[in-house]
């Protein structure tokens, strides 16, 4: 139900995994809003459902509804775009980038809670979905709307520490002894 039980969850050999965890949340320069959206919208992207358990029972504390439901919607618009503009920009046809998407992203444009912080958990989700089309455009974004290198860095940080954690959780478990 918490932070300290992902923490607690994890395999020795991920000890750098686990103080990462605490201190990339402890120590934040994140607003509440920013840090918990970001940590939320990346359990999510994960994909792990011990993580997104675990994380969003702990977001929920500090996010209001609102944001709870905007960190959700940044998760599922990204995993639809992150999707998309890889795959576009890996082709390696510059062409294709100016092609109308035909994709449905009105939540980008009314995400509830302010621009920056849906802007800075879509470049999050994009960071651990691995599309750098999606995290060019985001970083801009972020940058336009004020938000300093080092904010974005955190961004990136929290993304990175919760993947290493869902991919190291998923990992045991699989790893376990069936039970019969």
């Known amino acids: 139900m918490s932070v300290d039980a992902l923490k607690n969850a994890l395999p020795a050999y991920a000890k750098d995994t686990k103080l990462n965890l605490g201190s990339v949340i402890t120590t934040s320069q994140l607003t509440e809003q920013q840090l918990w ?3 939320l919208a990346c ?3 994960t ?3 011990q993580v997104i358990r675990e994380l969003s029972e702990e977001a929920a504390d500090y996010l209001s509804a609102e944001a709870f439901e905007a960190a959700k919607a940044a998760a599922s618009i990204m995993a639809m775009n992150n999707v998309y503009y890889r795959a576009t920009h ?3 046809d510059e062409s294709y980038s100016t092609l109308p998407a035909r994709l449905r992203m009105t939540v980008i444009g009314k995400p509830g809670v302010e621009k920056a ?16 089309r ?7 974004t972020l940058r336009q709307e004020g938000l300093s290198r080092e904010q974005i860095q955190e961004a990136l940080r929290i993304a990175a520490v919760i993947n290493a954690a869902a991919a190291t959780l998923d990992a045991e478990a699989a790893l376990a002894p069936a039970t019969v």
């Open 37 to 39: 959206g970001t940590v």
């Open 43 to 45: 359990a999510l992207a």
């Open 47 to 49: 994909r792990s459902s």
């Open 90 to 92: 890996l082709i390696g």
């Open 117 to 132: 912080d849906f802007e800075l958990w879509c470049l999050a989700v994009s960071a651990v979905n691995g599309c750098g």
């Open 134 to 140: 999606c995290l060019e455009s985001h970083e801009k």
